[in-house]
């Protein structure tokens, strides 16, 4: 079964600077997608980023990039100029086959003034 | 204006009784997701359905019924069979057959005492 690991319960990072969200995930699958979901206080998941596993190349969404490691099963989250905004769980999942979306438990990210 | 709606926002019950909470969409998705979240435990997967008059158990369907009776709406039951009916219920949407992302609803939280 497929499983997403998020290392990192919670963080916090000073507004402006550089902060990387770390996800570790296990399938046996060749071909697969990769999201990061944030959900800030208002509780309304919302797509951050996507990248698609047969794609070397990695996904960036303005401020938000990737590192994704297909061999390492690693799917990193940086985001770049961090702002008040970007305060808010993010979740790191996973889209197998069956069109089912497997979460990580989430990492807390706090970014202060 | 497309999208996904859960209503209500807040919902009170008395432990015992049965409730439901409504999900609709009208982005045309053929398939449709209830997750169960609670603090700590990232989304976990109630039930989902991916065709009309068609649904499958997700990794916790214990104590929760659905119907899918028409493409636009997913009610999900909570019974008085749940054991810790208390939580925060997402609706999830998203186009069948091929990779993609879910578009979640606002989300309903539900506090049965």
């Known amino acids: 079964a497929q499983t997403v690991t998020q290392s990192q319960p919670e963080m916090s990072v000073q507004e402006a600077e550089t902060v990387t969200l770390s996800c570790t995930y296990d399938?046996?699958?060749?071909?697969?997608?990769l999201f990061w979901y944030k959900q800030p206080p208002s509780r309304q998941m919302i797509l951050v980023i996507r990248?698609?596993?047969?794609?070397?190349q990695n996904a960036t969404e303005n401020r938000f990039s990737v590192n994704f490691q297909k061999a390492a099963k690693s799917f990193s989250l940086k985001i770049s100029d961090s702002q008040l905004g970007d305060t808010a769980m993010y979740f790191c999942?996973?889209?197998?086959?069956?069109?089912?979306?497997?979460f990580g438990k989430g990492t807390r990210l706090h970014i202060l003034p | 204006d497309g999208g996904i709606t859960q209503s209500p926002k807040y919902l009170f019950r008395k432990e015992g009784q049965n409730v439901t909470l409504s999900c609709e969409q009208n982005l045309n998705h053929d398939a449709m997701y209830w997750y169960r979240q609670d603090p700590g435990q990232g989304l976990r997967l109630i039930y989902y359905s991916q065709i009309v008059n068609d649904f499958q158990k997700g990794d916790i369907a214990e104590g929760y019924s659905v119907s899918r009776e028409k493409k636009e709406s997913f009610p999900l039951t909570v019974t008085s069979a749940q054991k810790n009916p208390t939580a925060f219920y997402l609706c999830a949407s998203s186009p069948y057959r091929g990779f993609h992302e879910q578009y979640f609803g606002p989300g309903t939280r539900l506090t049965v005492t």
């Open positions: 990248q698609e596993a047969y794609k070397q």
């Open positions: 399938t046996s699958e060749s071909n697969y997608y």
């Open positions: 999942a996973f889209l197998d086959r069956d069109d089912k979306i497997i």
